[in-house]
T-cell receptor, first 114, second 110 residues
Framework: DSGVTQTPKHLITATGQRVTLRCSPRSGDLSVYWYQQSLDQGLQFLIQYYNGEERAKGNILERFSAQQFPDLHSELNLSSLELGDSALYFC?????????????FGNGTRLTVT | GQSLEQPSEVTAVEGAIVQINCTYQTSGFYGLSWYQQHDGGAPTFLSYNGLDGLEETGRFSSFLSRSDSYGYLLLQELQMKDSASYFCAVNSGGYQKVTFGIGTKLQVIP
């Protein structure tokens, strides 16, 4: 158990809808990352937050947004969903206080858009 | 931006040694990490190289050459449970941005 909690585990929704994925980081970790993994694809970096502030942005679509709250949990909002958004979405957290702080991944949210 | 290249698939025999290579291009490079992911599971951290050279952790070793923008993961005494995808990842930026490669699917056969 990595200590990172993601909810829900599975989500099935229709095109055009909006969903919110939630992540609770490991106790003490200040940094939260979001990644998208499509079938047989690598981990595509979406966005990173550190202590409530956005620190790095990757290939995140304008239809997607995220935030990190004062209690350090994070939410990823996906709107105007398309079939191609179907993927496994991972949240990871790290202490991020040294360059080699490992990322600890949650079990992911599997999103299916029909 | 960042880009990483690693082989998409590797097959090796149980008990053997396998090396998974990774080349990268990035700005603000801090170090190279390796992660393991079993089918349907979450990625888990294996190792990190911030300096040139070899880091050993049990059956797994990882190497980095910063001048060549190259690293590898070495798995010894392969076991069936080592069948998984292995990702190299570049750590960059002041707040530890981590960018992953496409992953190498390792199949260990008897």
């Amino acid at each position: 158990d990595s200590g990172v909690t993601q909810t829900p585990k599975h989500l099935i929704t229709a095109t055009g809808q909006r969903v919110t994925l939630r992540c609770s980081p490991r106790s003490g970790d200040l940094s939260v990352y979001w990644y998208q993994q499509s079938l047989d694809q690598g981990l595509q970096f979406l966005i990173q937050y550190y202590n409530g502030e956005e620190r790095a942005k990757g290939n995140i679509l304008e239809r997607f947004s995220a935030q990190q709250f004062p209690d350090l949990h994070s939410e990823l909002n996906l709107s105007s969903l398309e079939l191609g958004d179907s993927a496994l979405y991972f949240c990871a957290s790290s202490e991020a206080n040294t360059e080699n702080s490992p990322l600890h991944f949650g079990n992911g949210t599997r999103l299916t858009v029909t | 931006g960042q880009s990483l290249e690693q082989p998409s698939e590797v097959t090796a025999v149980e008990g053997a040694i396998v090396q998974i290579n990774c080349t990268y291009q990035t700005s603000g490079f801090y170090g190279l990490s390796w992660y393991q992911q079993h089918d349907g599971g979450a990625p888990t951290f294996l190792s990190y190289n911030g300096l040139d050279g070899l880091e050993e952790t049990g059956r797994f070793s990882s190497f980095l050459s910063r001048s060549d923008s190259y690293g590898y993961l070495l798995l010894q005494e392969l076991q069936m449970k080592d069948s998984a995808s292995y990702f190299c990842a570049v750590n960059s930026g002041g707040y530890q941005k981590v960018t992953f490669g496409i992953g190498t699917k390792l199949q260990v056969i008897p």
